[in-house]
Structures are given as C-alpha cells and as structure tokens.
C-alpha cells in the first residue's frame, strides 16, 4: 500500500472516531425529528453506535464478525453505500453489466463497513467539536456537517456531505477528512485499478477489499 493510502487510512480512522464522538456536542430544536434534521440524525445513530462498540469492545478481535454485522444494520440507513459506490466506478459505471454494478456495491459496502469498524473500536472519548448547528431550511436537499477533530497540537477537519432523499431521510454521501476527499480517494483507487487490469471489471472486484481502503 503506498504511503498517501496509509495517510488516508490514519485520517479516515479518525473521521470515524469523529462521528462516535459527535453525541454530546449537538443542541437541537425539539422542534425538528431525527429524520428531517441531520444533525439529529447523526446524534441518533451515535447513541446506537457507541452502544454497539461498548458491546464488542472486550470481546474484539474475537467477535469481529458480529461487531461487523452490528455496524452493517446499524449504518444501513444513515449510508447511502449505492450512491457512494455507483460515483466511485465513475465511467465504468456506464460499462458495468448490472451483476457487475450490484457486485461492487456489495462488496464496496463490507470493505467501508470493516475499515471504519476497525477504526472505531478504539475509541477512547476524543474531543470531537460540531463546528456548526443551524436549522435546516425547508426543501433544503443538500448540506455538509462539519466538525472538528482536537488532539492537544492537532486539529483534523472533517466534512459530512449529506443528502435528503424523497423520504425525507439524511444520508451520509460522502466524507473529507483533512482535505482528503474520500469519495475522490476511492474513485482514483478503482480507475487505476481498472487501468492495471485492463478494463477487467470482474478482476477490479475481485480484488478490492477492506485491506486496500
């Protein structure tokens, strides 16, 4: 893996820390519910979230298995992996069979959800700061949650860019941690990958996996 791979996996580790810690930062009106408000949706899931690391935390590395399927249901509906996977094969998109497409999301997904559950389970209650907490306007479709990550002589940025669906429901598209735009990140990552193999899509796949994130 090369260095700027390994730079990126540190940061995304730690914008994962990022969203566990979010709980206790955010101050919303009562006004707005969890699925019309994105920032109390963030809240809301990290209440299940640090729930489900406090409940594998001992038993990890062990139990890794279930603590990856407790995350998979938990963030199925705060993580739009199908969007995020579809702009990631960028033009190969287009050439994917759909077998091929519903392949990569898939396996997409499970490497996204490994890497960010290896990031999280150790947490140990870093100070996260929500830079900004506005209402959201109606009709709004699109917003970035932004937040600091504060060490005591570092302080890593990170940006959610969430979206609004036709249900009403936030999710989470894409994430920059420390200007290292992730969607970008994996999007270079399969279009040279693809270049290597050829234009082999199947082997693309193939060879993806939480190891290379």
Not at 14 to 37: C, W
Not at 159 to 165: G, L, T, W
Request: hydrophobic share 40%; charged share 20%.
């Amino acid at each position: 893996m090369s260095g700027v791979f390994m730079t990126f996996k540190k940061w995304f580790c730690l914008g994962s820390l990022a969203l566990a810690g979010v709980m206790g930062f955010v101050s919303l009106s009562a006004a707005q519910d969890d699925t019309s408000d994105p920032y109390q949706q963030i809240e809301q899931v990290t209440v299940e979230l640090l729930n489900t690391i406090a409940t594998h935390q001992d038993g990890y590395p062990e139990n890794e298995r279930a603590y990856f399927d407790g995350l998979d249901a938990l963030l199925q509906d705060s993580i739009d992996f199908a969007f995020i996977a579809r702009n990631v094969m960028g033009s190969y998109h287009k050439q994917a069979t759909a077998e091929q497409r519903a392949s990569f999301a898939a396996t997409f997904r499970n490497g996204l959800i490994e890497t960010y559950g290896r990031g999280l389970i150790g947490y140990e209650n870093q100070e996260i700061v929500l830079v900004k907490v506005q209402a959201v306007p109606e009709g709004q479709r699109r917003l970035t949650v932004k937040q600091e990550i504060r060490s005591t002589d570092t302080v890593y940025p990170l940006e959610y860019s969430m979206a609004r669906k036709k249900t009403g429901q936030w999710m989470v598209v894409n994430v920059v941690i420390n200007g290292i735009n992730l969607g970008k990140t994996f999007r270079n990552q399969f279009v040279q990958s693809a270049q290597r193999a050829g234009g082999d899509i199947d082997q693309v796949i193939n060879g993806w996996s939480s190891e290379s994130l």
